[in-house]
């Protein structure tokens, strides 16, 4: 059975959207790479993951929705 539970100071900020350093930490990811290969390969849907780009050439950043995806793991 798996736990999700999260602990993080409170943001001034209303967003769910966790960079992924913070989202690996509160999930017990052991590092913010483990957590983007579970994300690619689709451990995490896809409705709990933003992915933006900036300029051309530029590498993807991702952000996830961790009170989301711990509840949708809740109500499951």
């Not at 913010?32 to 051309?56: E, H, K, M, N, Y």
Request: aromatic share 6%.
């Amino acid at each position: 059975m798996l736990q999700a539970r999260l602990e993080l100071k409170p943001t001034l900020s209303s967003s769910p959207w966790l960079p992924l350093s913070e989202a690996a930490r509160a999930q017990h990811f052991p590092s913010a790479r483990a957590l983007r290969v579970a994300i690619d390969r689709g451990r995490i849907p896809p409705q709990f993951v933003s992915a933006t780009t900036g300029d051309p050439g530029r590498r993807r950043t991702l952000h996830e929705d961790v009170e989301g995806f711990a509840s949708h793991l809740r109500n499951k």
